[in-house]
């Protein structure tokens, strides 16, 4: 089973910025395309972003789009969620998944093995 450890989150004012990190352990997450998604208080997770498994494709939510970005580096088996322009409704769990074909598709069923999420909390 495949196994991410995600980190960065903390506390931030609006209009600050994060970088949270997914890595992977004992696989090889250059095989697999990685999703960001975002549950806030109370809502149902919904997809933020996602990058394929080489890094040259992308997609973004309408809400993060020109705020949030997202890479990787599979020499290191990590994913980055460079987040800027933070807002309150950012507020919430971050997690990461994968899968093992590329789409543009941010649903976050068409994902499986996800980390346990790390928490941000954007508030003055």
């Known amino acids: 089973q495949l196994q991410f450890v995600e980190s960065g989150g903390g506390l931030v004012q609006p209009g600050g910025s994060l970088r949270l990190s997914c890595a992977a352990s004992g696989f090889s997450l250059a095989n697999y395309a990685v999703g960001w998604f975002h549950q806030a208080p109370g809502k149902r997770r919904e997809g933020v972003s996602c990058?394929?498994?080489?890094?040259?494709?992308?997609n973004y939510a309408d809400s993060v789009k020109g705020r949030f970005s997202i890479s990787r580096d599979n020499a290191k088996n990590t994913v980055y969620l460079q987040m800027t322009s933070l807002k309150p409704e950012d507020t919430g769990v971050y997690s990461c998944?994968?899968?093992?074909?590329?789409?543009?598709?941010?649903?976050?069923?068409?994902?499986?093995?996800w980390g346990q999420g790390t928490q941000v909390t954007v508030s003055s």
């Open positions: 998944a994968a899968r093992s074909f590329w789409s543009y598709d941010l649903r976050p069923n068409t994902f499986d093995s």
């Open positions: 990058i394929s498994s080489s890094g040259a494709g992308t």
